[in-house]
């Protein structure tokens, strides 16, 4: 009992009020003192926003500084040339630099450590420091003014419906891979092969982004605004992409930016990681998305697409879950897509049709948006039975008169093998695809 009234007075003062607080992103326990120093305020009212401990303060001013920022100087706690372009770590702290040419300006303890943004080559690092390449997924929309474009405006860059998308993915059954895949007496083949992959996450994906490299194969892809035209924030420093990397190493990443493009990214990756690995059927990626107004809360983006991405590992790897959808409550049909299986739905059902100026048109007749909108409710008339037929001939009445049965025969059709073999019949599969058009054209 002592023990604990002990604990309590920590923290609660005789008259009751707390004497710390928590740390809004970390959730340590801080004193009261930085409770009110350490605060993140509203720009616009100066409002507090967080509050945050002194470690989770650095790191915030340090996040505005990295798009500009070449090189890391690492030295030890007590070295402080400037304590506004440094953060405190344990054990360490962490300066940064615009240019290795600032390295001639400050006097660093001989020894410290220089970090290398994205590059090989040490020139430019004066004697008696220890030059360290590091890589690191740095792809960022920028503004004009140099600074990593905001939701909002990466919501007004993209196509139709201006929402942000968020994207996490990860490589699966890499323990398994590492543990069986190879030789277990040949730790420099499990240390490559970490290295490698790292690599893909950190460093490739970077050319990725930026559109550098060639695929070759017919992925799904949705059009951007600056090709129809229609961006209104244009980067600087040859960035294009209305694309932001929040995290990416190891064998995941987390990635968000103007829905449509965060839609067609995710395919790239995925292909290019199976060239990168020799189209190994053992290495494979799950993924979910998850698309979201701009508004919305971060933290609540990353853990709605959390589960998507857990919901296409659960549901047999090698997958993408891109949105909620219904199913038969006996759930013997996934809310996940193969990427195989989306890609060549994709090819006869999405790819046709031609998005612009907030219309959809196939073969160079408008198509009105409500005619895919029917389409989707017999898909649902479908999911909540599975094992009747009425959507079929509704479905094919309805694609006759809105003059689409021909390019979309296939989505009316009863396919006796799959019914018997207990598949759903291809109209299940239709609203992961028409309501990526929708999306695209929603006004």
């Known amino acids: 009992m002592r023990r604990f009234l002990d604990a309590i007075d920590r923290f609660v003062d005789t008259e009751g009020y707390r004497k710390s607080e928590e740390c809004d992103v970390c959730r340590k326990q801080i004193t009261r003192s930085e409770f009110e120093r350490f605060v993140i305020s509203d720009p616009e009212t100066g409002e507090p926003v967080l509050h945050l401990c002194r ?3 650095e790191l915030w001013h340090l996040g505005g500084k990295l798009p500009k920022t070449e090189v890391f100087v690492r030295t030890g706690k007590d070295f402080r040339e400037d304590h506004r372009k440094s953060v405190e770590l344990p054990f360490s702290r ?3 630099l615009d240019s290795a040419k600032l390295l001639e300006s400050v006097s660093f303890p001989e020894g410290s450590e220089v970090l290398l943004r994205n590059t090989l080559d040490p020139r430019g690092v004066p004697a008696g420091y220890v030059p360290i390449p590091y890589v690191v997924a740095d792809y960022a929309k ?9 939701l909002e405006k990466l919501a007004e860059n993209s196509v139709g419906a201006g929402r942000i998308a968020v994207l996490k993915a990860d490589v699966d059954d890499l323990g398994l891979i590492f543990g069986t895949g190879l030789p277990k007496t040949n730790p420099a083949l499990v240390a490559n092969l970490s290295r490698l992959l790292d690599y893909f996450f950190k460093a490739y994906l970077n050319s990725i982004i930026r559109g550098e490299v060639s695929i070759g194969r017919n992925l799904p892809e949705l059009p951007t605004a600056r090709e129809l035209g229609a961006e209104k924030h244009p980067g600087n420093h040859g960035t294009k992409a209305n694309i932001v990397v929040v995290y990416a190493g190891g064998d995941d990443l987390f990635i968000l930016g103007a829905w449509n493009e965060i839609f067609n990214l ?4 995925r292909e290019l990681l199976r060239e990168y690995t020799g189209r190994n059927p053992n290495v494979t990626l799950s993924a979910g998305i998850g698309t979201f107004p701009h508004s919305y809360q971060v933290e609540r983006m990353a853990i709605v697409t ?3 991405l857990e919901t296409a590992k659960d549901e047999g790897k ?6 909620g959808r219904s199913i038969p409550e006996d759930g013997t049909f996934t809310v996940s897509y193969p990427w195989g299986l989306y890609s060549e739905l994709w090819r006869k059902y999405g790819k046709p049709f031609h998005i612009g100026a907030g219309k959809l048109a196939l073969n160079g007749k408008e198509v009105p948006k409500s005619a895919l909108w029917k389409l989707l409710e017999f898909r649902e008339l479908y999911s909540m039975d599975p094992l009747g037929v009425s959507w079929s001939y509704l479905a094919a009445y309805h694609l006759s008169r809105a003059g689409l049965d021909e390019s979309m025969k296939d989505i009316v059709a009863l396919d006796v093998r799959k019914y018997r073999a207990g598949e759903p019949q291809e109209i299940f599969w239709i609203d992961g695809i028409l309501k990526i058009l929708l999306m695209a054209v929603r006004r």
Do not use: K, P, S, V
């Not at 920028?142 to 905001?150: A, H, K, S, V, Y």
């Not at 995710?266 to 990756?269: E, K, V």
């Not at 090698?318 to 949105?323: G, K, N, Q, S």
């Open 55 to 57: 470690t989770c303060y």
């Open 318 to 323: 090698d997958r993408i879950c891109l949105m």
């Open 266 to 269: 995710a395919f790239r990756i």
């Open 306 to 308: 959390e589960e998507r």
């Open 142 to 150: 920028l503004t004009e003014d140099g600074n990593i474009m905001d």
């Open 94 to 96: 962490f300066h940064w």
